[in-house]
């Protein structure tokens, strides 16, 4: 069993407090588990989501643990096939999104006319607004598209709170755990395997 694992796990603060208070409690309680689970079950990072991780933590209350049960491996960016009508979906997908995203600053412009007291705030409620209308339920970085390509090479279980990741997981046939769920997944595989 293979598990790819994203940085919400960790560091987004609904999920990552089923593990710990804070991103090093929480990947100290994640280890514990995995060295439970050691030699059964096997637990991956992209290097860039890897990197994202130890930004949060530190890396020194963790060591050497976390080597031994975080397999760091890039995806086979290489010899992985992707459908094209992945291509086509995305393609569509952010043709909608910047639509949208047209819109949200559309309105934006319409209440600065009305409201022309409270510029700041109409500028920081246009760029919310966008962000979340382009940005939301996407794969929006190359770190995000590491993870999806690293699951589909191992025949892996992506976990993550992003719904994004978890979109396109869907769409590419790979396996996902929303990450609100793993640390109950990881009691059970305890139970089952430990």
Partial sequence: MRFVLDTSIFVNPEIR??????????MRTFLGYAERLFGKVE???PPGIYREVMHFVDEEELLPEIELYVIKKPPNVHDIKIPAFVVYELIDD???RIDKGLRVAEK????GVIETDNVDKIIQKLRRNYRKALREGIVDSKEDFELILLAKELDATIVSADVGILTWAQ???????DAANFRDVLEGLVEKMG
Wanted: proline share 4%; no cysteine.
């Fill in 17 to 26: 407090d089923r593990f710990g208070d804070s991103p090093t409690e929480a």
């Fill in 94 to 96: 952010i043709r909608r």
């Fill in 43 to 45: 637990f991956y990072m």
């Fill in 108 to 111: 934006a412009v319409r209440e």
């Fill in 171 to 177: 769409k590419m046939g790979i396996k996902w755990i």
